[in-house]
């Protein structure tokens, strides 16, 4: 019984110095001390001493250690170390880690988090938002954009050039706006609310493109020379790396260039031989200087001995002699420009490689470390901009639209539907900003921007679907008032591009992360590759040992706040939100165990087990987008009203992890330690439940209530309203018709009738005829009629107007025909 109670005190102790995560000098005096009372109780004799001391001397003493114990590991650990490609390598040290590090690595600290600050606009910015932006979207026809001109009107153009609406990022001193990520963020949220091309068109320069990629490898003479011209508009660049060969495998282009001698403007200079074949390139068709990716190749040796010198970037004047650039691609009902570009053995100078010679080889870095930025920004603000844009159009349309006597968005299963679009309006606007804030603090976060493009996309196409399904019909006529379907035909380009979100959840979030985010994996990966013996062993014994403490204590950590729910952990609140900063405790203790697992069953196998990647990735990515919600209602002052769109998001994302974490273990390729692990991650089964249905009724109700909470779920949307601005008109709309409810009743009731709620022009009519409301009521009546109205109807056309060869109309069509032989049938039948 004696001899049992060292034991449990043991492994008390154990457990105890894990959960905080105590040093190896620590834990050895602490067991120590177990052990001295264990013999001063006679309980503890010379064996037990004698097992210690085998086992704690050679681990504390570092040239021990190290020689008998390291050294033979480090051998063992280069036999089976993951092969990395250069370009995988490139990818995993661009960048920065940031947040998402400590929640991968089992022990957030949420001071830390909350005290990172709240991104907000500068007066410039906000100024700029009030005004060039909202002149903009009020001069940019969306239906004639995408339907009648397949492109933007040249006036808008203009308009965007003069303004600097391509040189956001570019800086002050070359003539930009030099704007914050957040501000970038804000116009792009803005801009899709109206019009997807035009957040695309004014995305994309700003993002990964040759402003970004001169501003940080440029030749002085480049920047001087390009960055004014890119301000102004008087270029206008386009990127192109992908290939018809080589999409997301991009590392694999086809395209080459080759270092040789040649005629320019008249003299023989060294440069570059191109060609190349590119598609899907945005802007190319407008372009006027091509940023171009290739390999390059240097067989007669003119840069340096290296013949091959791999991915390289250059900018190219679309209309050097040889370069075939204009046609369009037709993206989907977004007309946006995109389009093809080619060369055949191009002749340009060496000074076109952006950075010059020197920069040689370097493109595929330059393009992941921009990467790391630019992913974080575009996309992910544009689908910000479009979810928020759902939710409040939604909520207006399902309280104002009645079937069965009743605002469609009252019916249960509609709340459904209702309350995921709110709850992903919610944190897509959380983490957007979080992620933009990152960059703005200065990261350069790639998993933080991998995770965010990725779950903010896939949000934005579920947020799009269930709008559609709450509109109806109304969503799927398309005409100058439909404001839903052009978001719905574009969802899969932004799930496609910069990464096609099934490889950047399976191979990008996990892949990157695994190896950023942990605190001793890349120690070891760059230990076993130095080449001085003495200091490969000495930098691998401290990362090797600090990563089997941090697995111990990531064991017993997951083991203790797996059995609580979390429940003893810390949370920096003591509200309703306590919980959730618990169960996030719980689920990075979790997520950091079985990371080691992974890696250290699967080794580099890891790679190729995408699915389990992904899953990992998933919590990843949960942990990440919830911690940002917590930190948004916290900056925003914990307004109380905001707290069913904060649980619901919060509860949303932990059901999600619950799933990934269980169904990891269910497909664990190691099927005992699957086994084993789901028991003690799980011992009471899956607990936690996604949002219930008292949760989606709160939130559906925000979204249809005019209030505070439904204000801040649509900051930074255009919903002024003009005759061009559908969103900003239904968002009158819903004032209108809210106010006239009363007066509705009133009249109803005076009439000893309950009127349907339409025609309200005429129920205004009795109202005054019964003497129980006034004019002005019976106005706000007729006002909501005419609301309402536009509201619910739909566009129709003269048949020819939607033929997009006109010709054709002239012709006899196949419905006359059809018509004229009926015509025709009916009177032989009648004869
Ligand atoms: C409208 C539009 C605009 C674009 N703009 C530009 C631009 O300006 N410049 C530019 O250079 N490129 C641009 N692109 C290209 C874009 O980045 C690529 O389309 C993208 O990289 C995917 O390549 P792909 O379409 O050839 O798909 P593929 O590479 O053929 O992929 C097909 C599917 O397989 C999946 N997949 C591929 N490999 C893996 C893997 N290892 N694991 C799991 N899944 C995998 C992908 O996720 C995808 O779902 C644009 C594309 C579009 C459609």
Known sequence: MSVFLVCVALL???????????????????????????????????????VFLIVALPLNIASVRQQHLTKPLLALYRKIMPEMSTTEKEAIDAGTTWWEGDLFRGNPDWHKMHNFPQPRLSAEEQAFLDGPVEELLAMTDDWHTTHERADLAPEVYQYLKDHGFFAMIIKKEYGGLEFSAYAQSCVLQKLTSKSMVLSSIVGVPNSLGPGELLQHYGTDEQKNYYLPRLAKGIDVPCFA?????????????????????????GEEVLGLKLTWNKRYITLA??????????????????????????????????????VKIGRRHFPLNVPFQNGPTQGEEVFVPISYIIGGPEMAGQGWRMLVECLSVGRAITLPSNSTGGIKAAALSTGAYARIRRQFKLPVGKMEGVEEAMARIGGYAYMADASTSMSVGAIDLGEKPSVVSAITKYHMTERMRTAINDAMDVHGGKGICMGPNNYLARGYQGAPVAITVEGANILTRNMIIYGQGAIRCHPYVLAELQAAQLTDEGAAVTAFDKALFGHIGFAISNFFRTFWLSLTGGAFSHSPYNDDTARYYKQMNRFSAALALMSDVAMGTLGGDLKRRERISARLGDILSMLYITSSVLKRYQDEGRQVQDLPLVKWACEDNMAKAQLALTELFDNFPNRVIGIVLKRIVFPFGRTLR???????????????TPCEARNRLGKHLYLTVEPGNQLGRVEQALLDVLAAEPLFDKVSKASGKRLPFFKLHEVAD???????????EADKLRKAEDSRLFVINVDDFEPDYLAADKTLTQQPNGAEALKAESKKQTKTAAA
């Open 766 to 776: 009795i109202g005054l005829e019964l003497g129980v409301i006034n004019k002005q």
């Open 241 to 265: 790396l992908t290939s018809p060969e080589a999409g997301s495998d991009a590392g694999a282009i086809p395209d080459v260039g080759i270092v040789c001698k040649g005629q320019w403007q």
């Open 285 to 322: 068709p407008i372009a006027t200087v091509l940023g171009l990716a290739f390999k390059l190749y240097d067989p007669d040796h003119l840069l340096s001995e290296e013949e091959d010198r791999g991915i390289t970037c250059a900018l190219i004047p679309a209309d050097t002699p040889g």
């Open 690 to 704: 996604k949002p219930s249905d008292m949760l989606d009724h709160q939130v559906s109700r925000i979204m249809m």
């Open 12 to 50: 008390v102790a154990t457990g105890i110095l894990a959960y905080h995560r105590a040093s190896l000098t620590l834990f050895t005096a602490a067991l120590a001390g177990v052990l001295l009372i264990g013999t001063f109780s006679d309980i503890v004799g010379f064996w037990s001493w004698l």
